[in-house]
């Protein structure tokens, strides 16, 4: 298939591995669709089918039987794969005085922005300033952006790249679970991440 994730067959003389092939690709384009962690697409995830056992007869290996069973199977190699969150991120260009630019490195740093560069633009007291800011930060930026330079900056926000979220999803009580935990109220789930066995 065409994304960025693959399901690739390392079987060794598996039978009948061909005629459930569609099956595989339609459980795994499920589960990627809606991730295990909180329902939102998986991007990077990779698994090898590497050994299947099968019913001998062939009515019971159709699709309601295989893609159900294979949608589960792959949830539960992303949980034992050590799972990590993406988040977008802005790149965020900001016009500014230097008198301001103290405003504009606090703001930054209080909503885990990088700054990515600064420069003068010669023959003006204006300065260019460059800096990523992740999405999930960005709500309210230019109103504290604008309070912290008495209104002498003026951001510029475009979508730039996805990076990884900071922390474990799995790991109780951090800021990656708990907001992981948000989205999935959020979106009606229940609020634990699934374990093995459900």
């Given at each position: 298939g065409k994304g960025p994730n693959m399901i690739v067959d390392v079987t060794k003389g598996v039978q009948n591995m061909n005629e459930m092939k569609d099956s595989f690709v339609a459980a795994w384009q499920?589960?990627?669709?809606?991730?295990?962690?909180c329902d939102e697409n998986m991007r990077?995830?990779?698994?090898?089918?590497?050994d299947v056992t099968m019913h001998a007869d062939a009515i019971h290996r159709g699709g309601g039987q295989i893609i159900p069973t294979a949608r589960r199977?792959?949830?539960a190699c992303c949980l034992t794969a050590s799972p990590r969150l993406m988040?977008?991120?802005f790149v965020c260009d900001i016009q500014t005085v230097e008198s301001a630019m103290g405003g504009i490195y606090s703001t930054l740093t209080r909503r885990r922005g990088v700054i990515i560069g600064e420069?003068?633009?010669?023959?003006?007291?204006?300065?260019?300033?460059?800096?990523?800011?992740?999405v999930a930060e960005s709500f309210g930026f230019t109103a504290d952006l604008r309070a912290a330079t008495g209104g002498q900056?003026?951001?510029q926000l475009v979508f730039d790249h996805w990076q990884l979220f900071p922390g474990d999803p799995l790991s109780k009580e951090s800021a990656c679970e708990t907001h992981v935990k948000a989205i999935r109220v959020r979106k009606?789930?229940?609020p634990e991440i699934p374990t093995l066995d459900q």
């Open positions: 499920w589960a990627t669709k809606e991730g295990v962690l990077g995830i990779r698994i090898n089918i590497e199977v792959s949830y988040e977008p991120v420069e003068n633009r010669v023959g003006t007291p204006i300065y260019n300033v460059r800096a990523y800011l992740p900056a003026f951001p009606g789930l229940k």
